[in-house]
């Protein structure tokens, strides 16, 4: 089974980046804990001012392993304190 | 100087996929003959119906090089033709 992207962009607003940046660390050391996950790269804007300040762009072995991962109550417990609206998606790739 | 990388989500209402994929092609071929690209990967989200039907993920050597790609009359005729709100912004891996 191939490989998949999460990509979740996240809208912060000014003088939120330090909490959202804390439960992203929380959400992230879980993560990458859990059976299937490969990698991860958060990008922040050069313009503090961009519509998504943060940007987290993850490889998962397969759409099942995340979200078993995601599932768990452990994880549901850090992700519904993000104070920062956020746009998760599963993505394939299409052109490389 | 270090590389950057670019993010740019597309909204796309339902049945502009192939509208809006078109114009990306379009801009991708110009983009990827310019001095400072690098590589990019273009990702379509597994759920239709996602916020951000694709996703694109350059990486470009500078700023300087992204900002003169972009700011020539050829790539804005193409972009302007675009069907599908965008959102570029340029960003620095800031966890890896």
């Given at each position: 089974m191939e490989s998949i992207v999460?990509?979740?962009p996240y809208q912060v607003a000014a003088g939120q980046e330090e909490a959202c940046l804390a439960i992203w660390r929380e959400a992230d050391d879980y993560l990458r804990r859990q059976d299937g996950f490969i990698a991860r790269k958060l990008h922040a804007s050069l313009d503090p001012g961009a519509r998504f300040r943060?940007?987290?762009v993850a490889v998962w072995r397969s759409v099942v392993?995340?979200?078993r991962a995601i599932a768990t109550a452990e994880f549901q417990q850090i992700v519904e304190r993000l104070p920062c609206p956020n746009f998760p998606s599963l993505y394939q790739i299409v052109a490389d």
């Open positions: 999460l990509i979740n943060f940007v987290n392993h995340f979200q």
